[in-house]
């Protein structure tokens, strides 16, 4: 059996080349496809192959002709662009008067938009004065009678009981209203330096709520007012602009459409020359495996007592003659011999098989061995 010979690989220097060749003749036909002549309504667009390149590469030369109402057009065009670049040289020296005053921005007097600086003393008046003022109010509107009411009260029913003024319980029983009327006051004073302070924030808020109106109001003004100073400063300036750049008269014929692209996608012979060289490879590999395999087979075959009788292992195979039993002998070469090993005789185990199953055993190597001694 002879060994299999390994695949030649690609030559880089001949796969570069040929890769190169391929992408230069995809480009050349490329540009053939989509260098495409038109003739639209504005006129005519053409491709003319004015050369080569040092590889010879062609090289092409666009050409557009207008058609002759678009170049009129387009001479009144220029013309205009030209006069009107003209007028705005002559408008410099206008735009020169107005530059040449310096520009004297408004000024915002945020301290007259609120109406100055904030006073509270008076805007929200004496606030321990009113302080007082509320307790005394909430005394004097009850809270003094009634505690008058309550002592006297109590001292009728200490009275009633036996408990006499000078007495501990007597001074025990009075010390504790005296606590509660004290507390009472105590409230009274929280409840009026509350409400004082409620309204002072209220009074506050609406102050400042008002004053922030004032300067909203204020500074909007000025900003319509500083825009309007800006507007009459760049007024002529941006007529100059206009003038000079003539983008508003300025006539822009409409663009021709473009012809369909086309495109032919390049051909990877790189790719496919290492692709091919893989699968050479991968065949080559496959069979040196199968040889290594069969070979290790075989040794085992060999070294077995069993011959090794499947006709996969087998070549040169002609019929010699039929047993008693009825098993067809032949002749035949393993594989591994030489063309010049003397012939074998032997069984084809795949047929002593379906006669006597019995005498063929399957090796580890997954090929057929007949037992001779058993047919």
Same mark, same amino acid.
């Given at each position: 059996?002879?060994?299999?010979?390994?695949?030649?690989?690609?030559?880089?220097?001949?796969? &570069?080349?040929?890769?190169?060749?391929?992408?230069?003749?995809? &480009?050349?036909?490329?540009?053939?496809?989509?260098?495409?002549?038109?003739?639209?309504?504005?006129?005519?667009?053409?491709?003319?192959?004015?050369?080569?390149?040092?590889?010879?590469?062609?090289?092409?030369?666009?050409?557009?002709?207008?058609?002759?109402?678009?170049?009129?057009?387009?001479?009144? +065009?220029?013309?205009?662009?030209?006069?009107?670049?003209?007028?705005?040289?002559?408008?410099?020296?206008?735009?020169?008067?107005?530059?040449?005053?310096?520009?004297?921005?408004?000024?915002?007097?945020?301290?007259?938009?609120?109406?100055?600086?904030?006073?509270?003393?008076?805007?929200?008046?004496?606030?321990?004065?009113?302080?007082?003022?509320?307790?005394?109010?909430?005394?004097?509107?009850?809270?003094?009678?009634?505690?008058?009411?309550? /002592?006297?009260?109590?001292?009728?029913?200490?009275?009633? @009981?036996?408990?006499?003024?000078?007495? #501990?319980?007597?001074?025990?029983?009075?010390?504790?209203?005296?606590?509660?009327?004290?507390?009472?006051?105590?409230?009274?004073? !929280?409840?009026?330096?509350?409400?004082?302070?409620?309204?002072?924030?209220?009074?506050?808020?609406?102050?400042?709520?008002?004053?922030?109106?004032?300067?909203? /109001?204020?500074?909007?003004?000025? +900003?319509?007012? #500083?825009?309007?100073?800006?507007?009459?400063?760049?007024?002529?300036?941006?007529?100059?602009?206009?003038?000079?750049?003539?983008? @508003?008269?300025?006539?822009?014929?409409?663009?021709?459409?473009?012809?369909?692209?086309?495109?032919?996608?390049?051909? #990877? !012979?790189?790719?496919?020359?290492?692709?091919?060289?893989?699968?050479?490879?991968?065949?080559?590999?496959?069979? !040196?495996?199968?040889?290594?395999?069969?070979?290790? +087979?075989?040794?085992?075959?060999?070294?077995?007592?069993?011959?090794?009788?499947?006709?996969?292992?087998?070549?040169?195979?002609?019929?010699? $003659?039929?047993?008693?039993?009825? $098993?067809?002998?032949?002749?035949?070469?393993?594989?591994?011999?030489?063309?010049?090993?003397?012939?074998?005789?032997? !069984?084809?185990?795949?047929?002593?098989?379906?006669?006597?199953? $019995?005498?063929?055993?399957? $090796?580890?190597?997954?090929?057929?061995?007949?037992?001779?001694?058993?047919?």
């Amino acid at each position: 059996m002879s060994k299999p010979r390994a695949p030649t690989p690609p030559d880089p220097a001949q796969t &570069a080349a040929a890769q190169t060749q391929s992408n230069q003749q995809t &480009a050349i036909s490329n540009a053939w496809l989509n260098n495409v002549n038109q003739n639209t309504p504005w006129g005519q667009i053409s491709y003319d192959q004015s050369g080569s390149g040092p590889d010879g590469t062609p090289r092409f030369t666009q050409t557009t002709t207008l058609s002759p109402n678009q170049q009129q057009i387009n001479n009144i +065009g220029e013309q205009n662009s030209i006069g009107l670049g003209n007028l705005a040289q002559t408008g410099i020296n206008t735009a020169g008067g107005v530059l040449g005053q310096d520009w004297n921005q408004r000024y915002f007097d945020g301290n007259g938009a609120t109406g100055g600086p904030l006073d509270l003393a008076s805007a929200l008046g004496d606030f321990r004065g009113d302080t007082e003022a509320r307790t005394r109010e909430l005394l004097t509107r009850g809270l003094d009678d009634q505690f008058n009411r309550s /002592e006297e009260s109590l001292r009728s029913r200490l009275a009633n @009981q036996g408990v006499n003024a000078g007495s #501990d319980a007597f001074g025990s029983e009075m010390q504790s209203f005296n606590a509660g009327k004290g507390d009472a006051y105590a409230n009274a004073e !929280v409840i009026a330096r509350q409400q004082a302070l409620g309204e002072r924030n209220q009074q506050m808020g609406e102050i400042t709520n008002q004053r922030g109106i004032n300067w909203n /109001e204020a500074l909007q003004q000025y +900003g319509l007012n #500083d825009q309007a100073d800006f507007n009459a400063r760049a007024r002529p300036l941006n007529e100059i602009t206009s003038l000079n750049s003539g983008s @508003q008269l300025y006539y822009q014929p409409t663009t021709p459409g473009q012809p369909n692209s086309y495109n032919i996608n390049g051909t #990877d !012979v790189a790719g496919i020359y290492n692709q091919g060289y893989q699968n050479q490879l991968g065949a080559y590999n496959a069979r !040196v495996n199968q040889q290594n395999g069969l070979l290790s +087979g075989m040794a085992q075959l060999g070294a077995a007592a069993i011959t090794a009788s499947d006709v996969r292992v087998k070549r040169d195979i002609e019929f010699s $003659h039929t047993d008693e039993k009825g $098993h067809n002998w032949w002749t035949y070469r393993y594989l591994w011999d030489g063309d010049d090993t003397p012939l074998r005789t032997g !069984v084809m185990a795949q047929e002593v098989r379906e006669i006597a199953p $019995h005498a063929v055993i399957q $090796h580890t190597s997954g090929y057929l061995m007949v037992a001779y001694g058993l047919l």
